[in-house]
């Protein structure tokens, strides 16, 4: 019991900071309706801002500066760019910021080099918050958690609690109405995106020093928020969430809870030509699959229930 | 018009800057070297080419080849496209480049050496010699072994028996974990371990022997840690690289893990900048190489000392990979030995061709061209005389000597039928 519990809590931090990478996202996309295709870039540049900003001024500093650099990077491209691009529909936004993830990183190449660079967990929080199993928890893994919690709820807060949230989402649904009262409606759009960029920059500054911080680690990181975004349901924070910590603790349960696919075949009474034709397939094991769990629940999920988890609307 | 004005002047200067490198080129040996200099990994490529340009020079300020002949590397960007590998080999061809060297990437080492089985077949006079520097995998010296082929790396068996050797004879390691990346490399790398731990460090159980999703699929290392806790393993082995490798290494000493990483990929530039210095000591982990700068064996000789240090200026980076001289030294020795640049004489010349690197002597040996070598295996630490240093940058830490195995050691039996022309 006490390994699942422990198992449970090690899901729940890596799902958090899976929602912190997607937060943004859900901003974007799922309030949007944006396909945000460059968010793992801006989630980058966070993460590279970070790391040049604490060379000089150290970790505290570049955990406001960066993600505000990044959200007036987000503002800019969304004014100049995607609100040109926005009346020819989805597929030409899709387009450009694929295009946009593309040239940032040739940016950050430029700029940064191609290389690593060597981004750390801040001295004041390196230290051992407690032990469990064996396992040691630094401060920051805490603070990482923490921090996602707060911007789930500041983000929660913010769309249902508040007047901006009231029309960003009117915005959404019913721009023509928002801007017959007054508001502007491209304005909205422009803040709201670089707003979600900030997000992503605010998990680049707490995730670079984890994941390890490269030029291509947009590439790598962009695909699986889209998962969180989709298979919580579109215009769903709480959806996003709830995907995240889904996918977190799955994951680590198959890592956790290893068994090969075959004894897994045999316990349910099938028996597969082990040695045979289905040789490869025998020798899988869940920790194998592991990574591959949240496009099945993807694939799953469009198929049988378009909207998502907690969606409003299909995709 | 001023911007067409300029343009048009641009234009007029190439054919001039071509016909520059058309005279300087009349009459050296040409190396061509394929290779990313563009795309994700496009800084491996340029290291590599770095080093060739460094060793090219160091051997051409000493008389060149052949009685005055200049060596010149000549970069061909594959953008780590395997197919364009090819399209650049026969670009190589029709420029008269007569050796072709490689190794970011054993799909492209096994393109090439394809590629020339057909070539230097049907084409005995325009005969091309492939010059492997670092694609490791096993199969290139056994079962597709071809005499246009020269290795100058340990393959992957050789390094994994290498890493077994000296686990068998670490005192402190009893109990092992393995994770390897699920691909054919790392295949390799556990099939050779899971072989050479048998037979050369009996007395060590293997308590994890795990494959993981390549390439930066896998975010969180954590759960693979808990598994290495929860199983006593008191050591690593890793073939990993790259994110797999950088996560897992900062993972592990997040949560504290106090068990000894043994690599092979450790020390590649990118993965300690990737992990940092601090993890890596924390951690400690372990690489296995040719060479490193604060081995014993490296300080003493004049000769090595005063190359390194010219390549530490020339660069601004510590000495990685010892071999890309031995491919450029030994070829200018091979060809000299050939007394032509004719490649199947070069090729005919490099079997059984000794030269004496810092480490002992590094042989090829005749019936399989792979080279053959002692390799160290060190640790990082921040207690070292030379830190490593990257684009004059230093990382902080660099490696210390655990122990050396030997070349003999490192003798692996070949499966290769090779078939001379």
Redesign the interface.
């Known amino acids: 019991m006490e390994s699942f519990i422990f198992a449970l809590f090690n899901g729940v931090l890596y799902g958090m900071l899976l929602f912190m990478l997607a937060s943004g996202l859900t901003l974007i996309f799922s309030m949007m309706g944006v396909l945000n295709f460059a968010h793992a870039s801006f989630f980058m540049l966070g993460a590279y801002f970070a790391y040049s900003i604490s060379t000089y001024v150290g970790f505290w500093p570049a955990l406001i500066v960066a993600p505000l650099i990044v959200g007036v990077v987000g503002a800019l491209v969304e004014r100049y760019g995607l609100r040109p691009v926005h009346s020819y529909g989805h597929v030409a936004e899709l387009l450009f910021t694929f295009g946009i993830a593309y040239v940032i990183e040739e940016i950050v190449k430029m700029i940064w080099g191609q290389v690593p660079v060597p981004y750390d967990i801040p001295e004041s929080l390196n230290f051992t918050l407690f032990a469990w199993a064996g396992l040691d928890y630094s401060a920051y893994r805490v603070f990482m958690l923490l921090v996602s919690v707060g911007i789930f709820v500041a983000l929660f807060a913010l769309l249902t609690k508040t007047r901006i949230g009231l029309i960003i989402r009117a915005a959404v649904s019913d721009p023509t109405h928002v801007a017959t009262l007054g508001h502007d409606v491209p304005t909205i759009f422009m803040w709201t995106f670089g707003f979600g960029c900030a997000l992503a920059g605010v998990a680049g500054v707490l995730g670079g020093n984890v994941l390890g911080t490269e030029p291509a680690m947009a590439l790598q990181l962009g695909p699986i928020v889209f998962v969180v975004i989709v298979v919580g349901g579109l215009g769903s924070l709480g959806g996003a969430l709830i995907a995240a910590l889904l996918i977190g603790i799955i994951q680590t349960m198959a890592i956790f809870y290893d068994f090969g696919i075959n004894a897994a075949l045999l316990a349910v009474g099938i028996e597969i030509d082990a040695a045979g034709m289905f040789r490869d397939f025998a020798r899988i094991t869940t920790a194998q699959a592991s990574p591959v769990i949240p496009y099945l629940l993807l694939v799953l999920m469009l198929i049988f229930r378009p909207r998502g988890m907690f969606g409003t609307r299909d995709v | 018009m001023k911007f067409r004005g300029i343009a048009a002047f641009l234009l007029i200067l190439v054919p001039f800057g071509f016909a520059s490198v058309v005279a300087k080129a009349e009459d050296t040996v040409k190396i061509g070297l394929i290779e990313p200099f563009s795309g ?5 490529g340029r290291d590599t080419l770095e080093g060739f340009e460094y060793y090219a020079d160091y051997v051409n300020a000493r008389g060149g080849v052949l009685g005055g002949r200049q060596i010149e590397i000549v970069p061909l960007d594959n953008a780590m496209n395997a197919e364009k590998t090819t399209q650049q080999l026969r670009k190589a061809i029709d420029d008269g480049i007569r050796f072709v060297s490689q190794g970011v990437g054993s799909n492209h080492a096994l393109n090439i050496i394809k590629f020339l089985g057909k070539h230097n077949r049907r084409n005995p006079d325009e005969s091309i010699l492939f010059l492997n520097h670092s694609a490791v995998t096993t199969s290139f010296t056994n079962e597709l072994c071809s005499f246009w082929h020269v290795r100058f790396d340990a393959n992957v068996d050789m390094k994994v028996a290498a890493l077994a050797t000296q686990i068998g004879r670490d005192p402190s390691v009893s109990k092992l974990y393995m994770l390897n990346q ?1 691909y054919a490399y790392g295949q390799a790398f556990q099939s050779a371990a899971q072989q050479f731990l048998g037979e050369r460090a009996p007395n060590v159980e293997l308590v994890g022997d ?4 390549p ?6 290392f ?6 290495i ?2 199983s006593g393993a008191d050591t690593v082995l890793t073939g990993n690289w790259g ?1 797999d490798l ?2 897992f290494v ?1 993972a592990a000493a ?4 106090q068990t000894p990483f043994y690599t092979i990929y450790g020390g590649l ?2 993965s300690i ?7 890596g000591v924390a951690v400690g982990i372990k690489q296995i190489t040719e060479m490193h700068e604060n081995d014993a064996n490296f300080n003493g000789t004049p000769e090595f000392e005063e190359m390194n240090n010219g390549w530490t200026e020339y660069s601004g980076k510590s000495m990685y990979s010892e071999r890309l001289g031995w491919v450029v030294l030994m070829f200018a020795m091979a060809v000299d030995k050939a007394g032509t640049d004719d490649p199947a004489a070069v090729a005919a010349a490099f079997e059984g061709l000794t030269y004496e690197g810092p480490g002992g002597a590094v042989t090829i040996r005749a019936e399989d061209h792979q080279a053959h070598f002692p390799m160290v295996i060190s640790t990082m630490s921040d207690q070292v005389e030379r830190p490593f240093l ?2 004059n940058e230093s ?1 902080g830490v660099g490696w210390q000597t655990d122990a050396w195995v030997t070349a003999d050691e490192l003798t692996l039996p070949t499966t290769c039928d090779m078939k001379r022309p």
Do not use: Q, W
């Open positions: 994700p990994i496009a800084a491996v699920n795990e494959l993981i999703v390439f930066g699929k896998v975010l969180d954590t759960p693979y840690i808990a598994k806790k929860a994110p950088v996560r900062k997040a949560s504290g893990l530039p990118s900048a990737g992990f940092g210095g601090k993890d990257y684009n990382f």
